[in-house]
């Protein structure tokens, strides 16, 4: 395969999709089809998901996206597609957290707390 079939995506998933199960199974489904990456739960209640592989196989897993795991209720997958890294081996389920670039608020706070 040339690097020009490879693609990196990042998906920020909304609905009913902690608690279900849902980073699990996508775990499940993006091994099956080859592609390699990770997903965390966000604290907004949002899962995110970052693949990369092979173009069409994408394709496939931001489909499945739409229907994840048996007990979620998926309202909207967006998706930003970038350049190819090569950084990712595999495919892990991260841990939660906040991150500041998606939640300036959070990170004002954290600016402003006393020092421990």
Known sequence: MSIREHRRAEALISGRVQG???????????LALGLSGWTRNLYDGR???????EEGQIARLLKWCWTGSPSARVDDVAVRFHPPTGE????????????????????????????A
């Open 20 to 30: 279900v199960y849902y980073r699990s199974y996508t775990q499940d489904a993006a």
């Open 47 to 53: 899962v995110q998901l970052v693949i990369e592989g």
């Open 88 to 115: 990712e081996r595999g495919f892990e389920i991260r841990a939660s957290t906040a991150d500041p670039s998606l939640f300036p608020s959070v990170a004002r706070l954290d600016e402003t707390a006393p020092p």
